[in-house]
């Protein structure tokens, strides 16, 4: 049975994570899902705590057909370990890590795969979509046509 295992933070789960699962689970027979935890997210990300917590960015990634395993990913240095702990054939990653010392030394360990990111789309995009000062009017579709726009403080406030 070949092992895939693959790390992330998984928050804001999207297309481009499913995608980047379902392309993983392709290359073996058991795929492992190493999530970040809290903590381990904001000090590699430097901003903020995940959008979800880490049980329930777990119980997300569990509930993905692809997904066979969810592990916890709390420091850099682990991943020797897991794959050593789970038997890992191949790492995957996107392709923003390619070239990242935090990654190439595992090749030493098993193989390494990293699988282009899925265009238009990212968690900090998501972020900044839904931050910026205004919403799609309901009813509109980017593949329809172009989205007419409001500003939030042209909304009435509830009262």
Known sequence: MRRVLTYGTFDLLHWGHIRLLMRAKALGDYLIVAAST????????????????FSTRCDMLEAVRYVDL??????????????????VDTVVMGSDWRGSSRFEHLRNHCELVYLPRTPGISTSKIRRDLLADAVTVPGTYPHEHAPRTMQLSALPRST
Not at 70 to 85: A, H, L, M, N, Y
């Open 38 to 53: 809290d903590e381990f997210a904001m000090r590699q990300k430097r901003v903020r705590a995940p959008y979800h917590t």
């Open 70 to 87: 969810v592990i916890e990913e709390s420091t850099w240095e682990q991943k020797v370990d897991d794959i050593r702990r789970y038997h």
